[in-house]
């Protein structure tokens, strides 16, 4: 157990719709990283966060956006949703050193 | 470009049998290079980080090692709960975020 958790677990949506995933890093962590992980694109950045604000952005949607709220979880929003955007959403957290720790993750699927 | 190359794709060893997996990068200023192993549905789990050349990491069954352009992840004869995907990321200069290669996906059968 990595301390991360993620959730929900599974998400099943129809496509235009939107949704959040949600994650909580472990205590005292400040990073919040979110990656995306399809079977062809393997795990990709999308965004980090660092105490509330944006510090890095990877290969994320515009449809797509984050943010991290005070007590420091993070919520990623995916709106317009596409058949494309089906895959597994990970979160991971870090303090303090280079180590991200990952969590379970989030499985979405678009129909 | 790839920056993170791992090969093989798939191995298939029997238990007992030592083998290498190979991480290859082509990224400058290498920051930090990071090994997870990933089971099926489930999120990476940490093993090792290396940041220089000829700096190595043993946990149990498993040694990494690095070099100026490569990263071995080594392992003594493997049992079948080491079957997972094994994946190989790179953080370069000033930048956090984490650079995946494909990984190696490792079956141990008994």
């Known amino acids: 157990d990595s301390g991360v958790t993620q959730t929900p677990k599974h998400l099943i949506t129809a496509t235009g719709q939107r949704v959040t995933l949600r994650c909580s890093p472990r205590s005292g962590d400040l990073s919040v990283y979110w990656y995306q992980q399809s079977l062809d694109q393997g795990l990709q950045f999308l965004i980090q966060y660092y105490n509330g604000e944006e510090r890095a952005k990877g290969n994320i949607l515009e449809r797509f956006s984050a943010q991290q709220f005070p007590d420091l979880h993070s919520e990623l929003n995916l709106s317009s949703l596409e058949l494309g955007d089906s895959a597994l959403y990970f979160c991971?957290?870090?303090?303090?050193?280079?180590?991200?720790?990952f969590g379970p993750g989030t499985r979405l699927t678009v129909l | 470009e790839d920056q993170v190359t791992q090969s093989p794709e798939a191995l298939r060893l029997q238990e007992g049998e030592s083998s290498s997996l190979n991480c290859s990068y082509t990224v400058s200023g290498l920051r930090g290079l990071f090994w997870y192993r990933q089971d099926p549905g489930k999120g990476p789990e940490f093993l090792f980080t290396?940041?220089?050349a000829g700096e190595e990491k043993e946990k149990e069954r498993l040694k990494a090692t690095l070099t100026k352009k490569e990263s071995f992840l080594h392992i003594t004869a493997p049992k079948p709960e080491d079957s997972a995907t094994y994946l190989c990321a790179v953080t370069q200069g000033g930048s956090e975020k984490l650079v995946f290669g494909k990984g190696t996906k490792l079956t141990v059968n008994p």
């Open positions: 991971a957290s870090s303090g303090g050193s280079d180590t991200q720790y």
């Open positions: 290396l940041y220089s």
